[in-house]
């Protein structure tokens, strides 16, 4: 009898005990929620500083300060067309310290590096797509190629011989350039860099007659007088620069193409986690300091839920996976 009414009264006990837990434990994701970030939050970048990647970067870290109580650090590591980043990114804890900022060659990397130690759509979490731009044609002010025909009509008098710089293998800036060999039947040499600030380094040097870029890691260069853009690769021009022609309204019709930048987590990442993290990157990206910067660089702001983000990067891959094989494009 003595062990009996022992053994109730320890399971009252447990009984309560569990009740006691329960609502702690309801808490725990918007404790989780609340609380994030507790702790500094390093925010890879694939390329060098200065480029148009790390721009748009700093630019969400400068807004992503504002609302959250904890650093943002940045974390360039250039290298590989932004796959060393991407693969420390994804092999990171998914827990919110560690994101990472990619352009649109993420989408299309596996083309070109068959060994990828990671997988583009497994290995990662779509938080938000953080804006978008036009690519440039560039040369520098004294260049005797005054616009995108001078540029074709030098290329065929001289296939092979014209060479052009951009911000590495699978870039857009690479791509764009590669459908414009495709498009107008000319045989330029690419020259790869470890992002598109080193490529106008050597462009301004007189390394390379030509280069590709971003407009936001090449407007200061193109206001200063020191660059002359030949066309923008979108199908409309750019507000920044409204006398800059298309492609297209250069010749090379139908031609457009550009560069996106998102916002990534590793896979993994607890929903309410990546919930907050994409209500706070996309505020950022419609506040009025990140809307006049993005203007000022030629850039447009967009903030986009994770499934657009998602169809995206999809979308990007299956578009540009024909072309790059088409092309022979390979991995520096």
């Known amino acids: 009898m003595a062990a009996s009414i022992g053994d109730g009264a320890a399971r009252i006990a447990l009984a309560i005990l569990a009740l006691a837990v329960l609502p702690s434990l309801a808490l725990t994701p918007a404790r989780a929620q609340t609380n994030f970030p507790a702790k500094p939050v390093h925010l890879l970048v694939p390329f060098p500083p200065g480029g148009a990647v790390d721009i748009v970067a700093r630019s969400l870290a400068d807004e992503l300060g504002k609302r959250w109580p904890m650093n943002i650090i940045i974390d360039n590591r250039p290298g590989a067309g932004g796959t060393i980043a991407a693969d420390a990114a994804a092999k990171a804890a998914p827990d919110g310290y560690t994101l990472i900022v ?136 750019t507000p920044i620069l409204p006398d800059v022609p298309t492609f297209d309204e250069s010749g090379i019709k139908g031609y457009d193409t550009g560069v996106w930048w998102a916002l990534l987590a590793p896979a993994g990442l607890p929903a309410e986690l990546k919930a907050k993290i994409y209500r706070d990157a996309a505020d950022a990206m419609k506040s009025p300091a990140v809307k006049e910067r993005f203007q000022t660089l030629g850039a447009v702001p967009v903030g986009s839920t994770p499934e657009e983000l998602a169809m995206l990067i999809r979308a990007d891959y299956e578009k540009w996976g024909p072309i790059i094989k088409a092309a022979g494009v390979q991995a520096e």
Do not use: C, W
């Open 102 to 237: 990619v352009a649109s060659g993420h989408a299309i990397v596996p083309f070109l590096y068959p060994k990828l130690p990671y997988d583009v759509f497994a290995d990662f979490t779509p938080i938000t797509l953080l804006g978008n731009s036009p690519n440039l044609a560039l040369v520098r002010a004294d260049s005797p190629i005054k616009t995108l025909p001078d540029l074709i009509a030098a290329a065929r008098a001289r296939p092979g011989q014209l060479s052009y710089g951009h911000a590495g293998n699978g870039t857009s800036p690479h791509l764009a350039a590669e459908l414009l060999k495709v498009t107008a039947k000319i045989d330029i040499t690419a020259v790869p860099y470890k992002g598109g600030a080193p490529a106008l380094n050597d462009l301004l040097g007189g390394h390379i007659p030509l280069s590709f870029n971003n407009v936001p890691e090449s407007i200061a260069m193109i206001r200063s007088g020191a660059l002359r853009p030949l066309a923008v690769t979108t199908a409309k021009r």
